[in-house]
């Protein structure tokens, strides 16, 4: 998989958008752009991925730049249920090893 | 979307003891899981992936004596922590994929808390 980088913590205020950004400068022409959280002592949760256009489902909308370097994870209406852990992974998907980095803390306050 | 289940999502046991966690696909046949581990405050590590039918492929650093991994059927992958000790003390994770294609998400179960006295 290729390397990822995200901001290790970030606060949102409830009702906010909240935007997550992500590096991945080596991402690879099969490679996806897959998001992924976690809240507290639960498993990972699928949001949302991408290739190389835009994607919006009902959880959140990504925004994946031209040349693919980077993307952005735009949580519309942040609400306090939103406080997790946010993987940006780069993968091809279906039965690859999908490999964790450390992801951003996001905390949502009232 | 599918559905991944983990049992038990929690479990005691004595140092020494082994302890089995299944993982279930519930609607979809999976012919690889893929089991993680996660320590607190640390991110989850890929352990072994678990291969319907054949033995599983374990990551560099992860005992295969220890963590035995079973894929009998396309439904279910089970990890046994075999002798287990304080410091296997952790939140085990499993994943499947509903197709071997690509463009597809993996979904995890809800996880293990194996907690080790």
């Known amino acids: 998989d290729a390397k990822t980088t995200q901001p290790t913590s970030m606060d949102c205020a409830e009702g906010r958008a909240a935007n997550l950004p992500c590096n991945h400068s080596?991402?690879?022409?099969?490679?996806?752009v897959y998001w992924y959280r976690q809240i507290h002592s639960q498993g990972p949760q699928y949001i949302i991925h991408?290739?190389?256009n835009n994607e919006t489902n009902e959880m959140a909308s990504l925004i994946i730049t031209e040349d693919r370097k980077s993307s952005t994870l735009i949580l519309p209406h942040a609400t306090l249920r939103d406080t997790a852990v946010y993987y940006c992974i780069a993968y091809p998907g279906g039965d690859y090893k999908l490999s964790f980095g450390a992801g951003t803390t996001v905390t949502v306050r009232a | 979307g599918a559905v991944v289940s983990q049992h038990p999502s929690r479990v005691i046991c004595k140092s020494g003891t082994s302890v089995k966690i299944e993982c279930r696909s519930l609607?979809?046949?999976?012919?690889?899981m893929f089991w993680y581990r996660q320590f607190p405050k640390q991110s989850l590590m890929l352990m072994a992936t678990s291969n319907e039918g054949s033995k599983a492929t374990y990551e560099q650093g992860v005992e295969k004596d220890k963590f035995l991994i079973n894929h009998a059927s396309l439904t279910l992958s089970t990890l046994t922590v075999t002798s287990a000790h304080p410091e296997d003390s952790s939140f085990y994770i499993c994943?499947?994929?509903?197709?071997?294609?690509?463009?597809?998400?993996?979904?995890f179960g809800q996880g293990t808390r194996l907690t080790v006295v």
């Open positions: 994943s499947a994929s509903s197709s071997a294609a690509s463009d597809t998400e993996a979904f």
């Open positions: 080596t991402i690879s022409g099969n490679e996806y």
């Open positions: 991408g290739l190389k």
């Open positions: 609607d979809f046949q999976a012919t690889t």
